[in-house]
């Protein structure tokens, strides 16, 4: 596997303008008395339609990095530029907005109501939206279509395996039409072969519809097929990674060591 | 207004998903309803048909009873009577201020038609008893005064006994007969109804109290049970109620401070004591429904607090895709609301079946108010409103991230 190690606050992703900036980063939490420093000083660039895979141990602050990327959670200091739009210190509603117009939640457990059929889930964020049922209805169908499950839109979560279930949360996050997607180990529930489907699925919503994909993982055969892996330690982006030849298919993890 | 509806649809959803729950939840509410609904209910029909039942005795009366105990002696105990026909002429003598005055006895006794045979109130009274009483005669003629004097044997008889001896034809002209006498029908009287008391007003035949004695009830002459006055309008009736009682001691030879053998009521009191009765009902209602309320409201904060901490990740799934925190409190208040309506429309169902039962022990017709039902659904409302909010707030306060990563 040919991968170059980049200096740190290299750029990566050359001409394409950035959808992330972030710029001195910090985040602190209080427990007790001690203070814990979750990520210190972070600078990143996360171009338009890239797709960066996100490693690290538990307690690296990945979580923590997420969080912040995703508009879940406020930086203590620095400063979030979200497709140039300042979005760290907004309120509590304002990021709820941004939320729902820029960001595509993608969550390892799925996260889809029960007891609700896949159509009204991938509907959800569009209720947010204050769109009529007419309209969600028609852009949640054609989400749905985009993830190849059309023909399950009526179905409830327990009706469905659980790639499809991923699917749905995928088409779920799609139906915006967000510039960013964050996954959150999008495949830590799947088997290796519909790890495989979802994978590609995610790929080629990267490469069809340029957007950029923030995909935390602990899998290194998942990392490999990222353009760029980012290793978060000590609450620092330690080793920006840049995937000069993303593989096209998934492969056996021989040629890296593997995290597990 | 689309997110709105979403919420209300989502709600009903929701609550009638966890049917037996929502049913066990919203017990205390439905029966709080219940009681607000049957409260309202009686406020607002029962009160004005007690005012009607008692305005149908007569206007503006004052009763004069024997002794100290229930007004209405029964047959057996009229030898301890002390009214006599003497006091109700020396009252019409020397309190020319009222309207009108007359005794009553009345004996429930068989009576007898060409047709049929009937357990029919026999009321022995003066001229004056119709007048008194408010009845108009529909048909023929009152009694006078000297077919009163003479104890002549003539009666006027009430509408419900007219139909049990006579059917639907016109009674006057006929005659009736008790033991062995007969007496001709002069007089038919108009309807009333029943009684503040619960009897049927029309079910009697009306005769001279000097008859009454000699031929229906003997041995116990000129003793009456009740003497019955009528003051010619409100303002008047105390000051004559007190002439009466002065009457009525010179009459009895007893000093003013002395223990009176006779008792003066006024329909005042009659109207009192039915809202006392009101009252005491409408009391153990609200306690009911306060009760009830609390505990319902209590249980349904409880169960949307359980909702809440259940469906944490439901929440935060719905914060990381757009909604806001007032988005997510308006759902579970809706929540709230929907399984308080919920108790509230049972209890509305509960308390109409409550009220057709009532209507029969009571005797009084009970139409359901549209201010009850505005008083259910909008007490409904508000507790899922008072009771909703807090859990609504701590859904809409928590944490997206905290929220997320509950299992």
Known sequence: ?260 | MSAFVESLRLALRSVLRSGLRSTLTVLGILIGIAAVVTVVALGESARGQVAAQIQSLGSNLIYVFNGEGEGQSRAGERAGHRLMVADAEAIRREVPGLRAITVYSSTTTQVVSDFETASIDVVGADQDYATVRGYAIESGRDLSRSEVDAKAKVCLIGASAAEKLFGKSDPVGYSVRIGRHRFEIIGLLSRKGQSPFGSDQDNRLVMPIGGWHARVFPGHERKVDIIIASAPDSASVEGLRNQMDQVMLEQHHISSSGKRDFRLLTQDSFRKSEEEIYQVLSLVLISVAAISLFVGGVGVMNIMLVNVTERRREIGTRLAVGARQQDIRWQFLAEAITLTCFGGVAGLALAIGGLHILERQLGWSLALPLTAVGAALGTSVVLGIAFGLWPAQRAARLDPIEALRYE
Request: neutral net charge.
């Open chain 1, 1 to 260: 596997m040919a991968l170059r190690l980049l200096g740190k606050g290299e750029e990566s992703a050359g001409s394409s303008p950035p959808i992330i900036e972030l710029a001195g980063v910090c985040k602190n939490y209080t427990t007790g008395p001690e203070v814990v420093h979750a990520l210190i000083d972070v600078d990143l660039r996360i171009g338009v339609g890239e797709f960066v895979a996100v490693i690290g141990a538990s307690g690296s602050g990945k979580s923590t990095l997420m969080n912040i990327l995703g508009c879940l959670d406020r930086p203590t200091s620095g400063e979030y530029l979200l497709g140039g739009i300042s979005v760290g210190a907004r309120s509590i509603d304002e990021r709820a907005l941004v939320r729902n117009r820029m960001i595509g939640f993608i969550f390892q457990g799925f996260n889809l109501l029960p007891r609700t059929t896949a159509l009204e889930n991938v509907e959800l964020p569009l209720v947010y939206r204050g769109l009529s049922r007419k309209q969600r209805r028609r852009m949640a169908l054609e989400a749905l279509g985009q993830v190849g499950l059309l023909g399950r839109a009526l179905h409830r979560p327990n009706e469905l395996s659980g790639g499809q279930q991923q699917r749905v949360a995928i088409a779920r996050a799609l139906v915006t039409r967000p510039p960013l997607l964050l996954a959150d180990e999008p495949t830590g529930n799947l088997d290796s072969k519909t790890t495989g489907e979802v994978m590609d699925l995610l790929e080629r919503l990267v490469e069809e519809e340029r957007i950029t994909l923030v995909l935390v993982t602990h899998e290194d055969e998942i990392a490999e097929r990222a353009q760029r892996v980012l290793t978060v330690r000590d609450g620092r982006i330690e080793r920006d990674l840049q995937n000069r030849a993303p593989p096209p298919a998934p492969r056996p993890a021989e040629s890296l060591e593997s995290g597990r």
